[in-house]
């Protein structure tokens, strides 16, 4: 089930302090076949209630802080992206490469946003950087031909699946022995001690460093969670590897961020390493192996360390080396299939993949830290977008169960839902139309209590803008997605109630000018309601603990 209950025993929480956790709940929000909202509240929830409960562990408190989870603040953060507006401009979320194409047998999704991955792609295809001519070339080939081939150039390219043809690939039969959240004890380190906190705000994190090695959206939202609880984030990238800017001020609140090269700048790494409490890496499985940068080899050098990592398609199995994207997991996983419409595949009404495995990494960090205070032990904490994937067709019956998972009836979705969406002309659910829940109108939103925060001047003021309007969710028109679905959904729609998502929404001043932002949806009684600080420029920090 996609609840918070199957979260929180995922990262191994004391089920009696599900009672501190009340919830509300939008039907409205985020609206899809699948369960998003549901998985959506449950990351979130469980991480906020392992925030809660490092809190009053540093605090000295019996009890553990309540918890609210509201629907609309947590689907309005699951599309943070589309509400970001940096000195009044908005963000374009995809390059034109990176969409849904035709083949000679079904449909392929490909990811170029970034120069180096456009490069190879048009590299792998033979042909120059035009949309026309990738369409032409893709048009007379295999899916699946063409997945091979753009993989061994190091591009990305997925042919679409459904769940079932998922459920039959050797990927999703490792996943399914594998948890949720894979947590680990890597030695027998002492005991974690903790300096108490105070209470204005309550910050579980203020003190710990955190060594942020992640990119993208997934990695980048666990360490501005970490970043909000009052953790030190030094986000740490190669000078040759910039990230796209605003992906980069996005998920950047809270942190600092330094270049360093790994192989010449390898002393100040390591002056950096013996000192952090927290690594968290978001690199395919095995590129950080040749920097001593497996979990066992940071823990040998840093005892009592929390080691987090996250991966495409997890760290096991036939693909466990691919490069992955969200937008690629859904559709390798079945999930384009059944949001599909009219025979073309569809998307979530987020990226709900990334951001969900954000939190859930979140929350597993916290939890190790707490656990690390009873009985010590440098731990690891792993987790990857296909196994949430998994977890979201789970909730829906549409895949195996996995491990770890509490009892109780999955969701079902409508009669014909989940069917192949390949081939023109036939509706993914016989109707060509979402069921009824996903269509019902929004409740009413109810305002945040609390004050935004604790930015500089002016900073922290709720803006009642309601985002960019855009085409409606899960449907490409014909000539299949000139944009890509980030800009088809309507950000208002996917989180916000009937007064629009202006609840949730915030204004700063920082680095990067005047910059509107999603309020954080990890809140407890007593803890902070805005970040620290607002993003600076990729790479603009010294690489030091402050």
Same mark, same amino acid.
């Given at each position: 089930?996609?609840?918070?209950?199957?979260?929180?025993?995922?990262?191994?929480?004391?089920?009696?302090?599900?009672?501190?956790?009340?919830?509300?709940?939008?039907?409205?929000?985020?609206?899809?076949?699948?369960?998003?909202?549901?998985?959506?509240?449950?990351?979130?929830?469980?991480?906020?209630?392992?925030?809660?409960?490092?809190?009053?562990?540093?605090?000295?408190?019996?009890?553990?802080?309540?918890?609210?989870?509201?629907?609309?603040?947590?689907?309005?953060?699951?599309?943070?992206?589309?509400?970001?507006?940096?000195?009044?401009?908005?963000?374009?979320?995809?390059?034109?490469?990176?969409?849904?194409?035709?083949?000679?047998?079904?449909?392929?999704?490909?990811?170029?946003?970034?120069?180096?991955?456009?490069?190879?792609?048009?590299?792998?295809?033979?042909?120059?950087?035009?949309?026309?001519?990738?369409?032409?070339?893709?048009?007379?080939?295999?899916?699946?031909?063409?997945?091979?081939?753009?993989?061994? !150039?190091?591009?990305?390219?997925?042919?679409?699946?459904?769940?079932?043809?998922?459920?039959?690939?050797?990927?999703?039969?490792?996943?399914?022995?594998?948890?949720?959240?894979?947590?680990?004890?890597?030695?027998?380190?002492?005991?974690?001690?903790?300096?108490?906190?105070?209470?204005?705000?309550?910050?579980?994190?203020?003190?710990?460093?955190?060594?942020?090695?992640?990119?993208?959206?997934?990695?980048?939202?666990?360490?501005?969670?970490?970043?909000?609880?009052?953790?030190?984030?030094?986000?740490?990238?190669?000078?040759?590897?910039?990230?796209?800017?605003?992906?980069?001020?996005?998920?950047?609140?809270?942190?600092?961020?330094?270049?360093?090269?790994?192989?010449?700048?390898?002393?100040?790494?390591?002056?950096?390493?013996?000192?952090?409490?927290?690594?968290?890496?978001?690199?395919?499985?095995?590129?950080?192996?040749?920097?001593?940068?497996?979990?066992?080899?940071? !823990?040998?050098?840093?005892?009592?360390?929390?080691?987090?990592?996250?991966?495409?398609?997890?760290?096991?199995?036939?693909?466990?080396?691919?490069?992955?994207?969200?937008?690629?997991?859904?559709?390798?996983?079945?999930?384009?299939?059944?949001?599909?419409?009219?025979?073309?595949?569809?998307?979530?009404?987020?990226?709900?993949?990334?951001?969900?495995?954000?939190?859930?990494?979140?929350?597993?960090?916290?939890?190790?830290?707490?656990?690390?205070?009873?009985?010590?032990?440098?731990?690891?904490?792993?987790?990857?977008?296909?196994?949430?994937?998994?977890?979201?067709?789970?909730?829906?019956?549409?895949?195996?169960?996995?491990?770890?998972?509490?009892?109780?009836?999955?969701?079902?979705?409508?009669?014909?839902?989940?069917?192949?969406?390949?081939?023109?002309?036939?509706?993914?659910?016989?109707?060509?139309?979402?069921?009824?829940?996903?269509?019902?109108?929004?409740?009413?939103?109810?305002?945040?209590?609390?004050?935004?925060?604790?930015?500089?001047?002016?900073?922290?003021?709720?803006?009642?803008?309601?985002?960019?309007?855009?085409?409606?969710?899960?449907?490409?028109?014909?000539?299949?997605?000139?944009?890509?679905?980030?800009?088809?959904?309507?950000?208002?729609?996917?989180?916000?109630?009937?007064?629009?998502?202006?609840?949730?929404?915030?204004?700063?001043?920082?680095?990067?000018?005047?910059?509107?932002?999603?309020?954080?949806?990890?809140?407890?009684?007593?803890?902070?309601?805005?970040?620290?600080?607002?993003?600076?420029?990729?790479?603009?920090?010294?690489?030091?603990?402050?």
């Amino acid at each position: 089930m996609t609840d918070i209950a199957s979260v929180w025993s995922a990262v191994g929480g004391d089920p009696a302090l599900l009672a501190r956790v009340s919830a509300v709940e939008r039907p409205g929000v985020l609206p899809a076949r699948l369960p998003v909202r549901d998985l959506a509240r449950a990351c979130v929830g469980a991480c906020a209630l392992a925030a809660a409960e490092l809190g009053a562990r540093r605090a000295g408190d019996g009890e553990v802080p309540a918890v609210r989870v509201d629907d609309g603040a947590v689907a309005t953060a699951f599309v943070s992206e589309r509400h970001l507006l940096v000195g009044g401009r908005a963000p374009e979320s995809f390059a034109p490469l990176s969409r849904f194409w035709r083949t000679a047998d079904g449909w392929l999704r490909t990811h170029a946003n970034y120069p180096h991955h456009r490069a190879r792609l048009l590299a792998a295809l033979g042909v120059a950087d035009d949309p026309d001519a990738v369409a032409q070339a893709l048009a007379e080939r295999s899916a699946r031909e063409v997945e091979e081939t753009v993989y061994a !150039a190091g591009g990305l390219a997925v042919a679409l699946r459904t769940p079932g043809e998922w459920a039959a690939h050797g990927q999703a039969a490792a996943l399914r022995s594998r948890p949720l959240v894979e947590l680990t004890r890597l030695d027998a380190s002492p005991a974690r001690v903790l300096t108490r906190v105070g209470r204005d705000p309550l910050l579980p994190a203020a003190g710990l460093r955190v060594l942020d090695l992640t990119r993208v959206i997934a990695g980048p939202v666990a360490t501005r969670t970490l970043a909000l609880l009052g953790a030190d984030v030094l986000r740490v990238d190669a000078p040759w590897l910039p990230e796209l800017p605003d992906q980069h001020a996005d998920t950047g609140f809270g942190k600092r961020s330094a270049l360093l090269d790994l192989g010449s700048d390898r002393d100040l790494f390591e002056e950096l390493l013996t000192t952090a409490d927290v690594v968290v890496t978001g690199y395919r499985p095995g590129a950080l192996d040749r920097f001593g940068l497996t979990p066992r080899a940071i !823990a040998a050098r840093r005892p009592g360390v929390v080691v987090a990592e996250l991966s495409a398609w997890g760290a096991y199995g036939p693909w466990d080396g691919r490069r992955g994207f969200d937008s690629l997991v859904q559709v390798a996983t079945g999930i384009a299939a059944v949001e599909g419409t009219e025979g073309r595949p569809g998307a979530l009404p987020a990226q709900a993949l990334d951001h969900g495995t954000g939190y859930l990494l979140a929350a597993g960090v916290l939890r190790a830290l707490t656990g690390q205070t009873d009985e010590g032990g440098s731990r690891l904490v792993r987790v990857a977008l296909a196994r949430t994937a998994a977890w979201l067709l789970e909730g829906a019956a549409l895949l195996p169960e996995g491990p770890q998972r509490p009892p109780g009836e999955a969701r079902r979705l409508p009669e014909g839902a989940g069917q192949p969406a390949q081939d023109a002309g036939r509706p993914a659910d016989g109707t060509g139309r979402l069921p009824e829940e996903a269509t019902r109108p929004p409740q009413r939103a109810e305002r945040l209590p609390g004050e935004a925060g604790r930015l500089p001047d002016g900073a922290g003021r709720p803006t009642q803008e309601t985002g960019r309007p855009a085409e409606d969710a899960g449907r490409l028109p014909e000539g299949a997605g000139q944009s890509a679905e980030g800009n088809r959904q309507s950000a208002e729609g996917a989180g916000a109630g009937v007064g629009g998502p202006g609840a949730w929404l915030a204004e700063a001043d920082g680095p990067l000018g005047r910059v509107r932002y999603v309020l954080p949806p990890v809140t407890f009684a007593g803890g902070p309601r805005d970040w620290a600080r607002p993003p600076g420029s990729w790479g603009a920090d010294p690489a030091r603990w402050e």
